[in-house]
């Protein structure tokens, strides 16, 4: 028998259409969340309906190809159908958008409707074109198995393309156009084919001579190849679920992350492909060669996942080496997620080639058998991808999943296997019971994997981890605490751990929050907004996290408050912080959905005096789009008249242009708007209406019991040192962010841009940034207290008092800023701005001159208070480190004006506030004796009613 050769034109068609297809596929997988919502039930419905589709699609190419068999020419057709589709693609979406929450307050709302007009809306969006898809391979040709491996490496390089040159760069609509010319490309080039060409028919492997068998034989062979390929499927939709899952806790779920998985996935297809078909000629049984490849992929995948918890400390090693470009960064996804996933895809690759030798033989039908392959593996992904995700990682968690899935191929094996086959009765099933029983005591016998290991959050912020390994040691960096929970859904794995001081939520390894670091921003980023509002009844929280925003926002009287959070994992581990959040969970007022937060928004009917959303890293995908502008715009829509708006976000590590366009993103929705800040949390405040920070209501809110304890334990009991936190107003806001592009559903720059930010220093540039406008842009919109420009007002220091061998003439400080009339339209007669740090002076009895100035700012190392040490005064002649209250501190002492100046600086973790002392004495006195003097008595903390 002779073996024609497969024109490179086809190859260089077949390897666009894949190109294409899979550029399709990722737009379509990318729209499909920010429409129907993030919840793990609206993913997998999505996915599935689109593996459904190219199932659908593949029978159809099936039947096209069986009933063509010398000459099938229908892919010039399919590949510009697809190409028209993905123009008309968008639109429909864009239509969906509207038609979706329409649909679902029209109909009540409620979960099961919401779930079943998403199905539907969403079947309508993904299967047409998925089917598309899915008939272009048993279309294209009866030499199934060599394209099959091109089509997939067009694929990998497609997947790759788009996420790191096309989509952050160009946006969403330009990366679907270069899909569409694709597309098109390709069914130019096959049109110049005139079709597809046949091949001889085995396509590219040799196949088995057998006698011709009857009608029976040929079905039963054909129904038990159906059923081998159908399990090899399943088997990878269910290790590819657990590897990316798995993988999460090593190199995360960025963009980036999920590329390389998915182009890893089907690069190593593509190369077992290409292996295989170069040495078909040399295999003997093709059914005993595909028996070992299913054992083989089943080991291969017990190997390699039992070396998952190790890697961590592979990629902190691999970072120290290559992680100061994003090119090294890229190779180090590449060379961790290989570890894992190469080499059972190399091997599974093997399946295509050795099936279409068992199909294509003379009895059965070469065409009709190469393309009933294809829809038979779809099939088993379709299948797979609901079980591991709702039945598996749940019940069994990510280790035992990815026993299964080996499990499934070794059964795939059996089935296939010369002894199985052979033998008669219930002999038959001895081998295949013995396999998977010795397969499952090797299996387990290797041990779980070390979640403490797993769960150490290396990827998050590298360079932090190397810096804490470097001071600690590696094994105390890790086994520091103590993980009290752990919880694997359908969704994400939540780890509660308790540390020495604080208990800290974790999810997939990130740290999300803490009740040491986060527990000040979490608590401002509920009370600064209802503090703000006239009179708040209706609260919408997006976003549960370990719960204390919801139990500050739960404390004020006569509200209603609804939280949604999209992780019942999450919303399960909320019980282990009671002790932080007040038991917000079990207040009558509050009330828990598992929901995705923009979906909720945008289908719901009620209507809420105060918004607040905490979103995790602006870089996940899951969390990126409520940083669009089109989630604040829903927001917008919901608020009622006077309503505020509140985004809270942690920006350590986002480079200053991508923090920029976040703030720019929500001032281009918001038309007046509040910049507060929080060490690395930025709250931000939006409204239709003019935000004024009215003093008289923050302390009458502050007098209630739940309210002034709330913010007590947070040693912020008082408005002005709450106002240390306040950095701008909206007119200050839009000269900080500025112009420049923003961030939208089909432009979501900020997941490509901030993953490509090493240094981990953007923070810093930014906060710096916000600093040195200070001078130029420092008013906010204060009443209660200002009656005309110079007033001086009474100044109480909340829980604190400055105890010092100097007396002083007063215990009270004032604040003394020149006040300035308000310029923004609708502003009250009388209303005035002032400069937004809390600061104080006493004057001594014999003309000392003390000055107190809170601001927020990041925890900040030694340098970095040096640096505030030089801003504070010029002329400082001396220079030290020392410790106030247990706080590393500056110094600096000189004779400045004529007079001996001391200047005392650190940052009190309580309240996240940097505290700055100026102390100016007389001629006679030493600037050291000041000096002492300050550090000795800095703000001793003492009883709230000494303050009054």
């Known amino acids: 028998m002779t073996r024609s050769r497969t024109p490179v034109s086809l190859i260089v068609s077949t390897f666009l259409s894949g190109a294409a297809a899979l550029i399709f596929l990722l737009l379509w997988t990318r729209s499909i969340p920010a429409l129907f919502g993030v919840t793990a039930g609206a993913r997998v419905t999505a996915l599935t309906l689109l593996l459904a589709g190219l199932f659908f699609g593949a029978l159809r190419g099936a039947s096209i190809a069986s009933r063509r068999e010398?000459?099938?020419?229908?892919?010039?057709?399919?590949?510009?159908?697809?190409?028209?589709?993905?123009?008309?693609?968008?639109?429909?979406?864009?239509?969906?958008?509207?038609?979706?929450?329409?649909?679902?307050?029209?109909?009540?709302?409620?979960?099961?409707?919401?779930?079943?007009?998403?199905?539907?809306?969403?079947?309508?969006?993904?299967?047409?074109?998925?089917?598309?898809?899915?008939?272009?391979?048993?279309?294209?040709?009866?030499?199934?198995?060599?394209?099959?491996?091109?089509?997939?490496?067009?694929?990998?390089?497609?997947?790759?393309?788009?996420?790191?040159?096309?989509?952050?760069?160009?946006?969403?609509?330009?990366?679907?156009?270069?899909?569409?010319?694709?597309?098109?490309?390709?069914?130019?080039?096959?049109?110049?084919?005139?079709?597809?060409?046949?091949?001889?028919?085995?396509?590219?492997?040799?196949?088995?001579?057998?006698?011709?068998?009857?009608?029976?034989?040929?079905?039963?062979?054909?129904?038990?190849?159906?059923?081998?390929?159908?399990?090899?499927?399943?088997?990878?939709?269910?290790?590819?679920?657990?590897?990316?899952?798995?993988?999460?806790?090593?190199?995360?779920?960025?963009?980036?992350?999920?590329?390389?998985?998915?182009?890893?996935?089907?690069?190593?297809?593509?190369?077992?492909?290409?292996?295989?078909?170069?040495?078909?000629?040399?295999?003997?049984?093709?059914?005993?060669?595909?028996?070992?490849?299913?054992?083989?992929?089943?080991?291969?995948?017990?190997?390699?996942?039992?070396?998952v918890d190790r890697l961590p400390a592979l990629f902190i090693s691999l970072f120290i080496r290559w992680g100061d470009r994003f090119g090294g960064y890229l190779a180090i996804l590449f060379v961790i997620a290989s570890i894992v996933i190469f080499f059972p895809m190399l091997l599974w690759g093997a399946v295509p080639p050795l099936a279409c030798r068992l199909r294509a033989r003379r009895s059965y039908g070469a065409v009709r058998g190469l393309a009933s392959i294809w829809p038979a593996i779809v099939a088993g992904g379709a299948v797979g991808l609901p079980v591991a995700t709702f039945a598996l990682i749940p019940v069994m968690g990510t280790r035992r999943t990815l026993i299964a899935g080996a499990l499934v191929a070794l059964a795939a094996g059996t089935i296939e296997s010369d002894l199985f086959r052979k033998a008669k009765g219930k002999g038959r099933f001895v081998l295949p019971v013995a396999a998977v029983v010795i397969f499952i005591v090797f299996a387990f016998r290797t041990g779980p994997w070390d979640r403490y290991r797993l769960n150490a959050g290396f990827y998050d912020h590298p360079r932090y981890s190397i810096g804490n390994i470097s001071r600690k040691g590696f094994s105390e960096s890790i086994y520091s605490h103590d993980i009290r929970e752990l919880r694997e859904g359908p969704s994400v794995a939540v780890v509660v751990g308790q540390g020495i001081a604080d208990l800290a939520l974790q999810v997939n390894g990130r740290m999300e929050s803490s009740t040491e670091f986060d527990f000040v921003a979490n608590t401002l980023a509920g009370e600064i907004p209802m503090l703000l509002h006239d009179d708040p009844r209706k609260i919408l929280l997006i976003g549960l996290g370990n719960g204390v925003t919801l139990g500050s926002v739960a404390a004020y009287p006569e509200v209603e408050v609804t939280c949604v959070e999209k992780s019942t994992e999450v919303i399960g581990a909320i019980g282990e912080f009671h002790e932080w959040n007040q038991g917000a969970d079990r207040k009558p007022n509050t009330r828990i959905v598992h929901a995705d937060g923009r979906n909720f928004l945008r289908s719901d009917a009620g209507s809420y005096d105060v918004i607040i959303a905490e979103p995790s890293k602006p870089y996940l995908p899951d969390a990126a789009i409520l940083y669009h502008r089109e989630t604040y715009e829903a927001m917008l829509d919901r608020l009622e008249d006077g309503g505020i708006a509140c985004l809270s976000f942690d920006y350590y590590g986002i480079a200053e242009e991508s923090f920029r366009s976040i703030i720019r993103t929500f001032l281009d929705v918001f038309q007046y708007a509040q910049l507060w800040n929080v060490d690395n949390r930025m709250i931000l405040l939006g409204s239709a209406s003019p935000l004024q920070i009215d003093v008289s209501t923050m302390q009458r809110r502050l007098n209630l019991p739940a309210i002034g304890s709330d913010l007590a334990r947070v040693k912020l009991d008082s408005p002005y040192l709450l106002l240390g936190h306040f950095v701008f107003g909206e007119k200050e806001a839009r000269q900080f962010a500025g112009d420049g592009p923003i961030v939208t559903d089909g432009h979501s720059r900020i997941e490509f841009e901030i993953p490509r930010d090493l240094e981990e220093t953007g923070h810093e540039k930014a906060f710096d940034a916000m600093i040195a406008l200070q001078p130029k842009y420092n008013a906010y919109p204060l009443k209660g207290h200002l009656l005309q420009d110079g007033d001086r007002i009474w100044f109480i220091l909340a829980r604190y008092r400055f105890s010092s061998p100097i007396r002083w003439a007063g215990v009270f400080a004032t604040m003394e800023r020149n006040a300035i009339p308000s310029e923004r339209a609708g502003a009250e007669a009388g209303s005035y701005l002032l400069a937004y740090r809390t600061e104080a002076a006493l004057t001594g009895e014999k003309g000392e001159e003390f000055g107190i100035t809170a601001f927020s700012r990041a925890v900040f190392p030694p340098d970095k208070l040096d640096r505030t040490i030089d801003m504070a005064a010029e002329g400082l002649s001396e220079k030290g480190r020392t410790r106030v209250n247990g706080h590393v501190a500056s110094w600096g002492t000189g004779m400045v004006g004529g007079r001996p100046l001391a200047v005392v600086t650190w940052f009190c973790r309580e309240n996240h506030l940097q505290y700055l002392l100026r102390l100016a004495g007389r001629e006679e006195d030493s600037p050291a004796d000041l000096k002492d003097a300050l550090v000795s008595g800095s703000m001793c903390d003492h009883k709230p009613e000494e303050a009054y």
């Open 70 to 307: 010398e000459r099938p020419g229908g892919l010039p057709l399919l590949l510009a159908a697809l190409a028209v589709y993905g123009l008309v693609e968008p639109l429909l979406f864009r239509a969906a958008t509207t038609i979706f929450p329409l649909t679902v307050r029209s109909l009540g709302g409620g979960g099961v409707v919401e779930g079943v007009v998403r199905a539907l809306l969403c079947a309508i969006l993904v299967i047409p074109p998925a089917a598309l898809i899915g008939a272009i391979l048993p279309v294209a040709t009866s030499r199934f198995a060599t394209l099959f491996g091109v089509y997939a490496a067009g694929g990998a390089a497609g997947v790759l393309t788009a996420i790191v040159f096309l989509i952050g760069p160009l946006g969403a609509a330009a990366t679907n156009l270069v899909a569409v010319v694709l597309a098109a490309a390709a069914a130019l080039l096959a049109r110049l084919l005139g079709g597809s060409p046949g091949g001889d028919e085995a396509g590219d492997v040799v196949p088995e001579e057998t006698p011709a068998r009857d009608d029976a034989a040929r079905k039963d062979a054909g129904g038990a190849a159906a059923v081998t390929l159908f399990l090899s499927g399943l088997a990878v939709m269910i290790c590819f679920i657990a590897w990316a899952r798995a993988l999460s806790f090593v190199i995360g779920d960025s963009v980036y992350a999920a590329a390389v998985r998915l182009s890893l996935v089907l690069a190593a297809a593509a190369l077992g492909v290409a292996a295989t078909s170069l040495v078909g000629r040399k295999i003997g049984s093709a059914r005993s060669a595909l028996s070992v490849v299913f054992y083989l992929f089943a080991a291969a995948t017990l190997v390699t996942g039992a070396l």
